[in-house]
C-alpha cells in the first residue's frame, strides 16, 4: 500500500520556524520529485516547493528565501525547513509524490499524505 506520512505540524509565533518531513512507504518513491503543497480554510490547495530526485529545487514565490526543501533518498523523506513564518502561511501542509518535478509543481496524479496543521499566530 502506498504511503506518504506527513509529521513536524504545530503551533509557532510569527518570525518563528517549524520543520516538516515526509515519510515515503510502500512502494520504491526514491526516484520520484517529491513536492509540498497547503491548503488554508477557504483557499484552494496550492504549490509550496518541490524537490527532483537529483536535487533542483523549485519554490512558489512567496516562500523564496524563508523555506528550504530537501530531500534524503537512502531514507525516503523529504523535509520542509519553513523559517520566518507567517500567519499568512497558516494551513494544512500537504506531501506529494510524482514522477517528474514539472508534475508534481502541478498536484496532477500526484500521491499524497494525509496532511499536518501549521498555525503562525500573529
Known amino acids: 500500500q502506498v504511503q506518504l506520512v506527513e509529521s513536524g505540524g504545530g503551533l509557532v509565533q510569527a518570525g518563528g520556524s517549524l520543520r516538516l518531513s515526509c515519510a515515503a512507504s510502500?512502494?520504491?518513491?526514491?526516484?520520484?520529485?517529491k513536492g509540498w503543497f497547503r491548503q488554508a480554510p477557504g483557499k484552494e490547495r496550492e504549490f509550496v516547493a518541490a524537490?527532483?530526485?537529483?536535487?533542483?529545487?523549485s519554490y512558489e514565490d512567496s516562500v523564496k528565501g524563508r523555506f528550504t526543501i530537501s530531500r534524503d533518498n537512502a531514507k525516503n523523506t523529504v523535509d520542509l525547513q519553513m523559517n520566518m513564518l507567517k500567519p499568512e502561511d497558516t494551513a494544512v501542509y500537504f506531501c506529494?509524490?510524482?514522477?517528474?518535478?514539472?508534475?508534481?509543481?502541478?498536484?496532477?496524479?500526484?500521491?499524497w499524505g494525509q496532511g499536518t496543521q501549521v498555525t503562525v499566530s500573529s
Open positions: 506529494a509524490a510524482n514522477t517528474e518535478l514539472r508534475t508534481v509543481r502541478t498536484g496532477s496524479g500526484s500521491y
Open positions: 524537490i527532483s530526485w537529483g536535487g533542483i529545487t
Open positions: 510502500g512502494r520504491t518513491f526514491t526516484t520520484y520529485a
